[in-house]
């Protein structure tokens, strides 16, 4: 086991030292908000009593890639299937880049293959939490010294 920053790991996933799944990916871009551990430990006090919400991710295939629908996202349905039960798949003809070219409103998360992730919000965030710094594994940018 080693340490490593949340910029540090997202480095070593993009040149597959490591692996991890498409929700700690977008966790660890969130992380990439902060600067210091003094500052995340404020930050989550500050919130702490906010609240939070359910999410499911909604996988829609393309014909390139898939793309993870969270909530907010202008694709994300309005009733998602939190159980499995009824066993709704989501698909398109189209790539990847047109959807991203068509849309407007992002919550999601695009996978390409299992190590080129992309995550791309711009909602706002409920209950004051911080969105993702929006990070491609194929050309990470991102400051965070955690």
């Known amino acids: ?3 490593s920053s949340p ?3 997202i480095q ?3 040149s597959q030292e490591i692996w991890f799944a498409p929700p700690q990916f977008y966790e660890l871009c969130r992380l990439c908000n902060f600067s210091s551990l003094r500052e995340l430990h404020k930050f989550s006090s500050d919130r702490a ?3 939070c919400e359910r999410w499911m991710p909604v996988m ?3 014909s390139d890639g898939y ?3 969270l909530p907010g996202d202008e694709l994300y349905p ?6 499995g039960e009824k066993k709704i798949i989501m698909s398109t003809d ?6 991203m070219k068509e849309g407007s409103v992002f919550h999601r998360i695009v996978i390409k293959n299992i190590n080129n992730l992309a995550v791309y919000v711009n909602i706002q965030a409920k209950y004051k939490h911080m969105n993702p710094v929006m990070i491609n594994s194929d050309c990470s940018d991102y400051s965070s010294r955690l």
């Open 67 to 69: 793309v993870q629908l």
């Open 12 to 14: 070593r996933f993009k």
């Open 1 to 3: 086991l080693q340490w």
């Open 94 to 99: 189209k790539k990847v880049e047109d959807l």
């Open 60 to 62: 829609l295939t393309a």
């Open 49 to 51: 009593l906010e609240g």
């Open 78 to 83: 309005e009733d998602p299937d939190y159980t």
């Open 7 to 9: 910029p540090e790991a």
